[in-house]
């Protein structure tokens, strides 16, 4: 059964890519300049500049960098973006009002006061502190995404899992993506996706390995045909 989440389109490309988390989509271009134009332009949609891509929600228009994550180079995934460390103080911001995390940190303000009361006991000068909001705290001790993973595969599902957790990412656009993983990793890899909801299209430059059951593939030929296979039994 077909869970539509949103669809892809582009005046290129006649088939309608629809991102449904049961059915990772391939989008395998075999010309080199229409690979590269298509991967620029998607990619460039994905930072808010104009393109010819369209995201459709039903005959609702959505944008892309507010619904969905394109990875251009799977080897810099990068889990100290800005905008991402400060989606995540906001969200651990807004875990902290929760009661017993209140105890928690009243008790913590009071260790902490206690400790300078008795730092300053040693000099013989006036000194004064601030409280510690919750955002000084996560500062202090440098909170942030894990930064170590046993390879890969682990690398990508935790991005996905941040992605959905702290941006509410609806889909993912990965670049090449079949040339770095194994087809049993490929395959773990759709099973997150379909368990966590979320639509996977990977972009690749034709067609260099075998097509696996679980994806449907759409090819653009040299001369721009367009090849479609059958749906995953």
């Known amino acids: ?19 449904d988390p049961h059915v990772p989509k391939v989008l395998a ?38 619904n969905g994550e394109f990875v251009r180079d799977i080897f810099s995934l990068n889990f100290e973006d800005k905008k991402l460390t400060s989606s995540l ?8 009002a929760d009661g017993e995390l209140q105890v928690l940190q009243n008790k913590l303000d009071t260790e902490l006061a206690l400790y300078y009361s008795s730092l300053f006991d040693r000099l013989s000068l006036s000194l004064t502190f601030d ?10 001790g440098k909170v942030r995404l894990q930064e170590y993973y046993s390879g890969i595969l682990e690398k990508i599902i935790c991005y996905i899992n941040a992605m959905i957790e702290l941006k509410k990412s609806r889909f ?11 087809d049993d990793e490929l395959k773990q890899l759709y099973r997150h996706c379909a368990l966590e909801k979320v639509g996977l299209l990977l972009m690749e430059s034709g067609i260099k390995r075998g097509v696996l059951r679980e994806e449907r593939t759409i090819i653009i ?8 296979d059958k749906s995953p039994d």
Do not use: W
């Open 89 to 96: 103080y906001k969200n651990l911001e807004k875990i902290s």
């Open 172 to 182: 993912f656009v990965f670049v090449h993506l079949k040339s770095v993983l194994t």
């Open 29 to 66: 271009i075999e010309s080199p300049k229409e690979f590269y134009a298509l991967v620029e332009e998607l990619g460039a949609q994905f930072e808010g500049e104009d393109g010819n891509f369209v995201l459709l929600d039903g005959e609702n228009r959505l944008s892309f960098e507010k």
């Open 221 to 228: 030929t040299e001369d721009l045909c367009e090849i479609v």
């Open 131 to 140: 409280e510690m909001c919750v955002s000084d705290i996560l500062k202090l």
């Open 1 to 19: 059964m077909s869970e539509t989440i949103c669809k892809i389109i582009h005046h290129k490309i006649e088939t309608p890519i629809e991102m």
